[in-house]
């Protein structure tokens, strides 16, 4: 079975393409590891694409006693992959929130790394509202209880609406995520259960820079997500970045990508 098990928890995987080089990625908020079939056109003869579910989506389990989830904790679950795998080296994809799991693979093993791909990744740069959502105390509570009453929160987005305070795209992401319970309950134990996935930006380039790792940020001209200008001096950084804007925004960047890497595989066949 497809999946990395200790105790209660289970991380599940798929395995994508046929390639020599084996390549661990992580999807963005709200989807599962299937979203990296489109991948498959401009990788998969490359590389094995092995795509997990991250916690609270998909097929992936994370026990209460795990939780929130330690760096360390994920890292054991990583080298049993790779030992059952027989992989010593691999490259790191991570789109947006799955940026946090491909960063602490990077601080916990460098020096397995090879490639890094970087999707409008979450953790270079946190975000006001991620910080009031597991901030510890009240405010903790407060986000909590919306889970089962959001009025408050909706009344919220009406009034930043209104005033035009907030890009509506970003307004319409906050809708859509959170117009249902299951959805809210999603919201609050992701970024509850991965507060803890927090870095030394200086130290993940000295690392990057040391190992000498090749690292390629794909940003959207247009996302309100994950700002370009938020997390492109991170690649001014690296001895070995490289950065691609593409004119788009956050939600379908993934596919995005994958489309620009299926073309850049068609032109040198040609």
Same mark, same amino acid.
């Given at each position: 079975?497809?999946? %990395?098990?200790?105790? &209660?928890?289970?991380?599940?995987?798929? !395995?994508?393409?046929? #390639? =020599?080089?084996?390549?661990?990625?992580?999807?963005?908020?709200?989807? &599962?590891?299937?979203?990296?079939?489109?991948? /498959?056109?401009?990788?998969?003869? +490359?590389?094995?694409?092995?795509?997990? +579910?991250?916690?609270?989506?998909?097929?992936?389990?994370?026990?209460?006693?795990?939780?929130?989830?330690?760096? /360390?904790?994920?890292?054991?679950?990583? @080298?049993?992959?790779?030992?059952?795998?027989? *992989?010593?080296?691999?490259?790191?994809? #991570?789109?947006?929130?799955?940026?946090?799991? @491909?960063?602490?693979?990077? /601080?916990?093993?460098?020096?397995?790394?090879?490639?890094?791909?970087?999707? @409008?990744? +979450?953790?270079?740069?946190? =975000?006001?509202?991620?910080?009031?959502?597991?901030?510890?105390?009240?405010?903790?509570?407060?986000?909590?209880?919306?889970? %089962?009453?959001?009025?408050?929160?909706?009344?919220?987005?009406?009034? *930043? +609406?209104?005033? &035009?305070?907030?890009?509506?795209?970003?307004?319409?992401?906050?809708?859509?995520?959170?117009?249902?319970?299951?959805?809210?309950? $999603?919201?609050?134990? =992701?970024?509850?259960?991965?507060? /803890?996935?927090?870095?030394?930006?200086?130290?993940?380039? $000295?690392?990057? &820079?040391?190992?000498? !790792?090749?690292?390629?940020?794909?940003?959207?001209?247009?996302?309100?997500?994950?700002?370009?200008?938020? !997390?492109? !001096?991170? %690649?001014?950084?690296?001895?070995?970045?490289?950065?691609?804007?593409?004119? @788009?925004?956050?939600?379908?960047?993934?596919?995005?990508?994958?489309?620009?890497?299926?073309?850049?595989?068609?032109?040198?066949?040609?």
């Amino acid at each position: 079975m497809p999946y %990395v098990l200790k105790d &209660n928890t289970k991380l599940f995987y798929r !395995v994508i393409g046929h #390639g =020599s080089r084996a390549l661990l990625a992580f999807h963005g908020y709200g989807q &599962n590891s299937s979203y990296y079939q489109s991948m /498959e056109q401009g990788l998969g003869s +490359d590389y094995t694409i092995y795509a997990f +579910d991250l916690f609270f989506h998909g097929q992936s389990h994370l026990d209460k006693r795990h939780m929130p989830l330690q760096k /360390e904790f994920l890292k054991e679950l990583i @080298a049993r992959f790779l030992a059952k795998r027989q *992989l010593e080296h691999f490259s790191l994809m #991570g789109f947006s929130m799955g940026g946090k799991f @491909a960063l602490t693979l990077v /601080e916990c093993m460098p020096e397995r790394i090879q490639e890094l791909f970087l999707i @409008a990744p +979450d953790g270079i740069k946190t =975000s006001f509202w991620y910080n009031i959502a597991t901030y510890p105390g009240w405010l903790q509570q407060l986000f909590k209880r919306t889970v %089962v009453k959001p009025g408050l929160f909706f009344g919220l987005l009406r009034m *930043l +609406d209104k005033y &035009n305070m907030v890009h509506k795209s970003l307004l319409r992401f906050a809708h859509y995520q959170m117009d249902s319970t299951s959805k809210r309950l $999603r919201v609050y134990r =992701s970024w509850v259960g991965f507060r /803890e996935l927090n870095f030394d930006i200086r130290r993940i380039v $000295r690392l990057l &820079n040391t190992h000498q !790792v090749e690292v390629t940020m794909f940003l959207g001209a247009y996302d309100q997500i994950i700002a370009p200008k938020r !997390v492109g !001096v991170f %690649v001014d950084a690296l001895e070995k970045g490289e950065l691609v804007i593409l004119q @788009a925004g956050h939600s379908y960047l993934l596919q995005n990508v994958a489309t620009l890497l299926h073309r850049k595989r068609e032109a040198g066949r040609r």
